[in-house]
T-cell receptor, first 113, second 118 residues
Protein backbone atom coordinates (compact mmCIF):
# COMPACT_ATOMS: atom_id res chain seq x y z
CA UNK A 1 0.00 0.00 0.00
CA UNK A 2 1.62 3.22 -1.22
CA UNK A 3 -0.55 5.47 0.95
CA UNK A 4 -1.94 7.30 -2.10
CA UNK A 5 -5.70 6.84 -2.39
CA UNK A 6 -7.62 7.17 -5.63
CA UNK A 7 -11.34 7.01 -6.20
CA UNK A 8 -13.17 5.63 -8.01
CA UNK A 9 -11.21 2.52 -8.98
CA UNK A 10 -13.39 1.86 -11.99
CA UNK A 11 -15.65 4.17 -13.96
CA UNK A 12 -17.73 3.52 -17.04
CA UNK A 13 -19.37 6.42 -18.82
CA UNK A 14 -20.54 7.57 -22.21
CA UNK A 15 -19.01 9.88 -24.78
CA UNK A 16 -19.66 13.54 -24.13
CA UNK A 17 -19.95 13.08 -20.38
CA UNK A 18 -17.85 14.60 -17.59
CA UNK A 19 -16.16 12.74 -14.75
CA UNK A 20 -14.08 13.67 -11.73
CA UNK A 21 -11.27 11.55 -10.39
CA UNK A 22 -10.11 12.08 -6.84
CA UNK A 23 -6.73 11.60 -5.21
CA UNK A 24 -5.53 11.82 -1.62
CA UNK A 25 -1.74 11.97 -1.39
CA UNK A 26 0.37 10.24 1.23
CA UNK A 27 0.37 11.96 4.57
CA UNK A 28 2.93 14.76 4.49
CA UNK A 29 3.35 14.82 0.72
CA UNK A 30 2.82 18.23 -0.82
CA UNK A 31 3.23 17.37 -4.50
CA UNK A 32 0.57 15.61 -6.52
CA UNK A 33 1.01 14.37 -10.07
CA UNK A 34 -1.48 12.99 -12.56
CA UNK A 35 -0.55 10.45 -15.21
CA UNK A 36 -2.49 8.75 -17.97
CA UNK A 37 -1.69 5.23 -19.10
CA UNK A 38 -3.14 4.06 -22.38
CA UNK A 39 -2.20 1.19 -24.66
CA UNK A 40 -1.05 3.38 -27.51
CA UNK A 41 0.58 6.27 -25.61
CA UNK A 42 2.02 4.44 -22.63
CA UNK A 43 2.44 6.43 -19.42
CA UNK A 44 2.08 10.15 -19.99
CA UNK A 45 2.51 12.95 -17.49
CA UNK A 46 -0.49 15.25 -17.32
CA UNK A 47 0.01 17.82 -14.57
CA UNK A 48 1.72 18.51 -11.25
CA UNK A 49 0.59 20.52 -8.23
CA UNK A 50 2.64 21.54 -5.25
CA UNK A 51 0.96 22.82 -2.12
CA UNK A 52 -2.06 23.98 -4.05
CA UNK A 53 -0.30 25.59 -6.97
CA UNK A 54 0.14 24.25 -10.47
CA UNK A 55 3.80 23.52 -11.10
CA UNK A 56 4.11 21.75 -14.41
CA UNK A 57 1.94 20.74 -17.30
CA UNK A 58 2.50 17.86 -19.63
CA UNK A 59 0.31 16.39 -22.31
CA UNK A 60 -2.96 17.44 -20.76
CA UNK A 61 -5.85 18.17 -23.09
CA UNK A 62 -7.82 21.39 -22.78
CA UNK A 63 -10.88 19.28 -21.98
CA UNK A 64 -9.09 18.14 -18.84
CA UNK A 65 -8.47 20.24 -15.76
CA UNK A 66 -7.18 19.63 -12.28
CA UNK A 67 -6.78 21.33 -8.96
CA UNK A 68 -5.26 20.74 -5.57
CA UNK A 69 -7.25 21.78 -2.54
CA UNK A 70 -6.04 23.26 0.78
CA UNK A 71 -6.20 19.81 2.40
CA UNK A 72 -3.85 18.70 -0.42
CA UNK A 73 -6.22 16.30 -2.08
CA UNK A 74 -6.51 16.70 -5.82
CA UNK A 75 -9.17 16.23 -8.44
CA UNK A 76 -8.81 15.61 -12.16
CA UNK A 77 -11.81 16.67 -14.20
CA UNK A 78 -12.32 15.13 -17.62
CA UNK A 79 -15.05 16.62 -19.80
CA UNK A 80 -16.56 16.05 -23.25
CA UNK A 81 -15.21 12.55 -23.01
CA UNK A 82 -14.17 10.68 -26.13
CA UNK A 83 -13.53 7.01 -26.72
CA UNK A 84 -9.80 7.71 -26.77
CA UNK A 85 -9.90 8.98 -23.21
CA UNK A 86 -10.36 5.43 -21.99
CA UNK A 87 -7.27 4.79 -19.91
CA UNK A 88 -5.87 4.16 -16.48
CA UNK A 89 -5.38 7.44 -14.66
CA UNK A 90 -2.80 7.48 -11.93
CA UNK A 91 -2.21 9.95 -9.18
CA UNK A 92 1.21 10.07 -7.54
CA UNK A 93 2.61 12.08 -4.68
CA UNK A 94 5.98 13.07 -3.33
CA UNK A 95 7.09 14.94 -0.27
CA UNK A 96 8.79 17.79 -2.04
CA UNK A 97 8.40 19.79 -5.20
CA UNK A 98 11.72 18.72 -6.65
CA UNK A 99 12.78 15.78 -4.56
CA UNK A 100 11.63 12.49 -3.28
CA UNK A 101 10.40 9.32 -4.81
CA UNK A 102 7.01 9.32 -6.45
CA UNK A 103 4.48 6.94 -4.96
CA UNK A 104 1.55 5.99 -7.11
CA UNK A 105 -2.02 5.21 -6.23
CA UNK A 106 -3.77 2.15 -7.62
CA UNK A 107 -5.24 4.14 -10.47
CA UNK A 108 -8.72 4.90 -11.74
CA UNK A 109 -9.69 2.89 -14.77
CA UNK A 110 -11.93 4.95 -17.04
CA UNK A 111 -13.91 3.31 -19.81
CA UNK A 112 -15.73 5.56 -22.25
CA UNK A 113 -18.40 3.81 -24.32
CA UNK B 1 14.77 10.97 -29.60
CA UNK B 2 13.32 8.89 -26.85
CA UNK B 3 14.44 9.89 -23.40
CA UNK B 4 14.02 6.44 -21.91
CA UNK B 5 14.61 3.30 -23.93
CA UNK B 6 13.77 -0.18 -22.79
CA UNK B 7 14.81 -2.50 -25.59
CA UNK B 8 13.36 -5.72 -24.19
CA UNK B 9 9.59 -5.90 -24.73
CA UNK B 10 9.52 -9.27 -22.97
CA UNK B 11 11.85 -11.38 -20.87
CA UNK B 12 11.69 -14.85 -19.41
CA UNK B 13 13.62 -15.99 -16.36
CA UNK B 14 13.71 -19.23 -14.41
CA UNK B 15 12.56 -19.05 -10.84
CA UNK B 16 15.44 -18.40 -8.40
CA UNK B 17 17.68 -17.07 -11.18
CA UNK B 18 18.82 -13.46 -11.52
CA UNK B 19 17.62 -11.26 -14.36
CA UNK B 20 18.70 -7.89 -15.74
CA UNK B 21 16.24 -5.49 -17.32
CA UNK B 22 17.85 -2.91 -19.55
CA UNK B 23 17.26 0.81 -19.53
CA UNK B 24 19.13 3.57 -21.30
CA UNK B 25 18.35 7.23 -20.97
CA UNK B 26 19.08 10.45 -22.75
CA UNK B 27 19.50 13.77 -21.02
CA UNK B 28 21.82 16.73 -21.09
CA UNK B 29 20.83 17.78 -17.59
CA UNK B 30 23.52 17.09 -14.98
CA UNK B 31 20.89 16.58 -12.29
CA UNK B 32 18.41 13.79 -12.80
CA UNK B 33 16.89 10.81 -11.09
CA UNK B 34 16.19 7.34 -12.35
CA UNK B 35 13.37 5.14 -11.13
CA UNK B 36 12.11 1.63 -11.62
CA UNK B 37 8.49 0.72 -11.14
CA UNK B 38 6.71 -2.62 -11.23
CA UNK B 39 3.19 -2.94 -12.58
CA UNK B 40 1.52 -6.29 -11.90
CA UNK B 41 -1.51 -7.39 -13.87
CA UNK B 42 -3.72 -5.76 -11.24
CA UNK B 43 -2.53 -2.39 -12.54
CA UNK B 44 -0.98 -0.54 -9.63
CA UNK B 45 2.45 1.07 -10.02
CA UNK B 46 4.84 -0.08 -7.35
CA UNK B 47 8.01 1.91 -6.68
CA UNK B 48 11.07 -0.33 -6.59
CA UNK B 49 14.25 1.68 -6.56
CA UNK B 50 15.72 5.14 -7.14
CA UNK B 51 19.13 6.37 -8.27
CA UNK B 52 20.17 9.99 -8.28
CA UNK B 53 22.63 11.22 -10.85
CA UNK B 54 25.05 12.33 -8.16
CA UNK B 55 24.83 9.17 -6.11
CA UNK B 56 28.24 7.54 -5.92
CA UNK B 57 27.01 4.05 -5.19
CA UNK B 58 24.53 1.88 -7.01
CA UNK B 59 21.15 1.78 -5.31
CA UNK B 60 19.96 -1.45 -3.74
CA UNK B 61 16.63 -2.39 -2.19
CA UNK B 62 16.36 -5.98 -1.05
CA UNK B 63 16.47 -8.21 -4.13
CA UNK B 64 16.56 -5.19 -6.43
CA UNK B 65 19.70 -3.37 -7.44
CA UNK B 66 20.30 -0.70 -10.02
CA UNK B 67 23.41 -1.04 -12.18
CA UNK B 68 24.08 2.64 -12.85
CA UNK B 69 26.65 3.35 -15.55
CA UNK B 70 26.60 7.10 -15.94
CA UNK B 71 29.02 7.38 -18.86
CA UNK B 72 27.00 4.86 -20.83
CA UNK B 73 23.71 6.43 -19.68
CA UNK B 74 22.35 3.12 -18.58
CA UNK B 75 20.37 2.21 -15.47
CA UNK B 76 19.68 -1.50 -15.60
CA UNK B 77 17.55 -3.18 -12.96
CA UNK B 78 18.87 -6.44 -11.55
CA UNK B 79 16.46 -8.74 -9.76
CA UNK B 80 18.16 -11.50 -7.84
CA UNK B 81 16.58 -14.86 -6.94
CA UNK B 82 13.47 -14.33 -9.10
CA UNK B 83 10.13 -15.33 -7.66
CA UNK B 84 6.85 -16.13 -9.39
CA UNK B 85 5.42 -12.93 -7.95
CA UNK B 86 7.99 -10.93 -9.89
CA UNK B 87 6.06 -11.58 -13.10
CA UNK B 88 4.90 -8.10 -14.15
CA UNK B 89 5.63 -5.13 -16.37
CA UNK B 90 8.66 -3.14 -15.32
CA UNK B 91 9.07 0.51 -16.20
CA UNK B 92 12.18 2.61 -16.13
CA UNK B 93 11.60 6.34 -15.65
CA UNK B 94 13.63 9.51 -15.42
CA UNK B 95 13.09 12.81 -13.72
CA UNK B 96 15.18 15.64 -15.03
CA UNK B 97 16.15 18.63 -12.93
CA UNK B 98 15.76 21.94 -14.69
CA UNK B 99 16.80 25.30 -13.43
CA UNK B 100 14.20 27.95 -12.76
CA UNK B 101 10.61 26.87 -12.35
CA UNK B 102 11.49 23.33 -13.18
CA UNK B 103 9.37 20.44 -14.30
CA UNK B 104 9.96 17.36 -12.30
CA UNK B 105 7.58 14.97 -13.96
CA UNK B 106 8.69 11.47 -14.80
CA UNK B 107 9.29 10.30 -18.34
CA UNK B 108 8.62 6.58 -18.67
CA UNK B 109 9.95 3.94 -20.99
CA UNK B 110 7.60 1.56 -22.75
CA UNK B 111 8.26 -1.19 -20.27
CA UNK B 112 9.51 -4.77 -20.19
CA UNK B 113 7.19 -7.66 -19.46
CA UNK B 114 8.94 -10.13 -17.21
CA UNK B 115 7.68 -13.67 -16.93
CA UNK B 116 9.09 -15.93 -14.24
CA UNK B 117 8.98 -19.60 -15.12
CA UNK B 118 8.61 -22.20 -12.36
Amino acid sequence: DSGVTQTPKHLITATGQRVTLRCSPRSGDLSVYWYQQSLDQGLQFLIQYYNGEERAKGNILERFSAQQFPDLHSELNLSSLELGDSALYFCASSVGEFTGELFFGEGSRLTVL
Amino acid sequence: AQKITQTQPGMFVQEKEAVTLDCTYDTSDPSYGLFWYKQPSSGEMIFLIYQGSYDQQNATEGRYSLNFQKARKSANLVISASQLGDSAMYFCAMREGHSGAGSYQLTFGKGTKLSVIP
